[in-house]
């Protein structure tokens, strides 16, 4: 089954937001076996939100919408639609009551331009949003198919897998584009280009594609065309043979996170962690607590910013502060001892590096981070040499100390 | 000027990877008056990167790729321009001495599979690219404007700011179309329209669009087609009205931060600040050290994710804890006074809730959070509830943390 994406917003096309939409659909839909032929963005303009839904149900047959629903304005695709299908808007008091009962969750009442969006072109099938006020709409007549979702991203991702993808599986019949990623950090691109080359050639029909980001580098495999178990253990296969390459640096697959992988670790050893962030300044206490459930394993942390904390608050001695500087092998095995006294913990890591964009000397320049891992059997430390910007090179440090945890293990 | 947009790579059209390029492209473009009539993404093919590119060209005379320029076997943006142009690749020594020096700054040296990214389509000028191996291309024929930019973000960023903006600039005089952004945080998008109702009859012929994200609502206005001078104007004056009837909830404009904004008022009254943070788990500490400099101001803070080290590391009695719980006033403003006194800051803040997806009970439901502000005249605590899934009521709470801490002052 083949199918137009319409992303309407004025925002959008100057670039004043983000389409992460666009991402989710193109996932969602590839991985039940339904092609985007094209993807289109307009403007807030009726006009050109009527001519580009003609053409796609022309051409295509099928159109999913984001964008448009919400209370405001400019916000038109709704009545824009309901004229281009002759279906009046006719409100729907079942659809305001849904309205009404989410704001009293949150002890409000909506407000009178909120009753818009209990207006629903007649005929359609309201797909009901839990996650915010517009729900989406399903409407099938002669022209094809037209699918509104709203824009906010985690409504549309929300009734695109609950309400959209089981209703479009029904009418697709077609083979799915699956695909499966190993993970890798802690080794560039090139290296890892050349680690990986013998295998290459063993992949086809599998395709290979390298996705860098500032956490490490994806090989993704992606299988088109294959009968579903047969793409799945070809996958299966070929993630095995290139995790047997990559050797430490792989840490996972699809959506694994690092930080999660570590508290798995951590959790099966029955081991707590507490850490002491400089540089970082709370970002690796932050990732580890993105995970529901950190709690087992991590007892909390120390953001030492100030060189006092470091003293005070993590016992370095202001000796060691004075003689070998904040960024040091000395001073970031002090903080990993001293976090792991104070959160009396099994493991305790340190980071204490240059973030710049000042602060940098010739031995210590932008980008030096030491990290220090203490346990009951001593402390370690290393220094590494990290690239980028200020932010870029604290998502690299916060990725490098959980590296490191894992392979303390 | 018109120009069109191709991005290319498997990855964005399957949804993999986000497509963050397009918004900077798009808020580049629009600021310097080029106008993108159409974007198109096309997977890692010859053949569709070919038909595309020429279309393009034919229909718009001007467009700019981004991807493909990687030293992996999918990366074959440069050869299929070669071949399109019938502009050999030739192997540019100056080229490869960058990449060379580049990798020697990390201590490496580039692998044979660097070698390709140092050839150049004959005729082409390079774009240099500081902050990665593969340069920007651009070069000018009978079939028009053919600009090639990395896909990495940042290294296409740079080029396209510091490369082609002044390039494009010396071709095209057209009106720029200008916007301006006024960032609230606390009030949802609905009574934020009301407030507004009355400014938005004054607004055109400036047009107003309403972006909410997990840090609230961006009121943006946008002037086309106006002399650059009169569109600074009316943008200045809306945005003024604007504020006028959004108050307090107005923090900013554009890009500007609340970390930033909070940190900059605490310098300016010489005040410092530490933090104590339980269910964001050093979120906060991570957005004010995210702006160079905050170390004038942030001290630090802890991380009392278990409930041990509210007692141990913030002096909270274990009693408050025992009977009133985590979540509560007491704890909250005892987190508060414990990490000023710590730090010995003049301003401690307390942030303890229920981020979820367990741990809430009828009384203290997932999205309870409670905050206190310490400061030498004594603490307030106040308790929110927050929407969402765990992950965004951890961003609600440090953004409504920042916000607290500047109407505090």
Chains 1, 2 share one sequence.
């Not at 001073?331 to 602060?359: C, Q």
């Amino acid at each position: 089954m083949d199918i137009e994406v319409l992303t309407i917003g004025t925002e959008l096309l100057l670039g004043f937001t983000l389409d992460t939409n666009a991402q989710v659909i193109g996932q969602t839909l590839s991985a039940v076996g339904v092609r985007i032929v094209r993807r289109t963005t307009v403007d807030d303009d009726p006009r050109r939100i009527r001519e580009a839904l003609e053409r796609a149900l022309a051409q295509t047959g099928a159109v999913l919408t984001t964008g448009g629903l919400g209370p405001t304005n400019d916000d038109i695709t709704k009545s824009v639609v309901a004229d281009l299908l002759e279906c009046p808007l006719e409100f729907s008091s079942a659809v305001w009551n849904q309205i009404v009962s989410r704001f009293a969750q949150f002890g409000r009442t909506p407000s009178p331009t909120n009753r818009c969006q209990a207006e629903v072109p007649r005929g359609a099938t309201v797909l009901p949003n839990p996650r915010g006020t517009a729900p989406g709409l399903w409407m099938e007549g002669p022209p094809g198919l037209i699918i509104l979702l709203p824009g906010v991203p985690r409504e549309m991702a929300g009734l695109l897998r609950d309400e959209v993808v089981p209703r479009l599986k029904r009418r697709s019949g077609e083979t799915p584009i699956l695909s499966l990623t190993v993970r890798t950090t802690g080794i560039p691109e090139s290296r890892l280009a050349e680690r990986v080359a013998g295998v290459e050639e063993q992949l086809p029909p599998l395709t290979l594609a390298y996705l860098p980001s500032l956490l490490g580098v994806d090989l993704r495999v992606t299988a088109r065309a294959l009968p579903e178990v047969d793409a799945r253990r070809t996958l299966e296969r070929a993630a095995a043979l290139l995790e047997s390459c990559v050797g430490h640096h792989a840490y996972g697959r699809d959506q694994d996170d690092l930080a999660a992988k570590v508290l798995a670790t951590f959790a099966q050893s029955g081991r707590t962690l507490a850490v002491a962030e400089s540089c970082t300044g709370g970002g690796l206490g932050w990732r580890l607590t993105e995970i529901a459930g950190a709690s087992t394993v991590f007892l909390g942390g120390v953001v030492a910013y100030h060189n006092k904390a470091k003293s005070t608050l993590l016992d370095v001695p202001p000796s060691a502060l004075e003689t070998h500087g904040a960024v040091s092998s000395q001073v970031a095995e002090g903080m990993a001892i001293g976090v792991k006294n104070r959160f009396d913990s099994d493991v305790g890591l340190a980071i204490t590096g240059v973030a710049g964009p000042s602060g940098g000397s010739p031995d210590r320049p932008v980008g030096t981070v030491w990290f220090a891992v203490a346990n009951d059997d001593g402390v370690t430390s290393q220094v590494v040499q990290l690239a980028g910007n200020r932010h870029e090179i604290r998502i690299r440090s916060s990725q490098f100390a959980l590296h490191l945890l894992l392979d303390s293990l």
